[in-house]
């Protein structure tokens, strides 16, 4: 998170900001490139590292999953009408 999070930075802050008058000297797409990481290339680089953060995510948490047993849905223990803290009409399902 920390690596994308840097990304994010340099390129939204640096090349949209910071960078930005000594990136006109090139242009992209017929704009000087300061004013397009500014405008285009910081949405664009951050939609891409919400994508790359999703995909690890999901492989983080398969990976988990498979440590874990499998499924993932693991039945809860039943609860004691007697614990502190529940009443009979909570421990029944209904409002307290």
């Known amino acids: 998170m920390s690596v994308l999070l840097g990304v994010w930075a340099f390129v939204g802050l640096g090349c949209g900001v910071l960078w930005a008058d000594w990136l006109n000297q090139w242009r992209l797409g017929g704009v000087p490139m300061g004013f397009w990481f500014a405008q285009q290339g910081s949405i664009a680089t951050f939609v891409v590292l919400i994508l790359v953060y999703a995909i690890a995510m999901n492989a ?3 990976k988990f999953h498979r440590e874990a047993g499998g499924g993932g849905h ?9 614990a502190p ?3 009979e009409t909570s421990a029944e399902g209904g409002d307290a």
Not at 74 to 82: G, H, I, N, Q, Y
């Open 60 to 62: 983080l948490d398969a």
């Open 85 to 87: 803290g529940i009443s």
């Open 74 to 82: 693991e039945e809860l223990p039943p609860v004691d009408p007697e």
